[in-house]
């Protein structure tokens, strides 16, 4: 019921930008929390960056200060701004949405920062 999709990513150089959006649509609602996650070849899918319904956001320590998390509840789309690419934020990036407490995911998008 809740379909979310991914796009934004590519390839860019160390020290680039990039902008990731995630357009749901389904059952949804303006205050679902929602989020960025990301998953570098033979690692764990790692958290990045939260919203809350209040708008509040949170980062995870490697990417505070060059990503930056929004939302647009009138498009129901969570973006992801990312600056000052390094190699190590290559991976591929999900989103998610919790849903009356469900989690959905998206397909995932590809970043790859070269050196």
């Known amino acids: 019921q809740v379909q979310l999709v991914e796009s934004g990513g590519g390839l860019v150089q160390a020290g680039g930008s990039l902008r990731l959006s995630c357009a749901a649509s389904?059952?949804?609602?303006?205050?679902?929390?929602m989020g960025w996650y990301r998953q570098a070849p033979g690692k764990q899918r790692e958290w990045v960056a939260t919203?809350?319904?209040?708008?509040?956001?949170n980062y995870a320590d490697s990417v505070k200060g060059r990503f930056t998390i929004s939302v647009d509840n009138a498009k129901y789309t969570v973006y992801l701004q990312m600056n000052s690419l390094k190699p190590e934020d290559t991976a591929a990036y999900y989103c998610?949405?919790?849903?009356?407490?469900?989690?959905?995911w998206g397909q995932g998008t590809q970043v790859t920062v070269s050196s």
């Open positions: 998610k949405r919790v849903v009356l407490g469900r989690p959905y």
């Open positions: 389904g059952i949804i609602f303006s205050v679902d929390p």
């Open positions: 919203i809350d319904s209040g708008g509040s956001t």
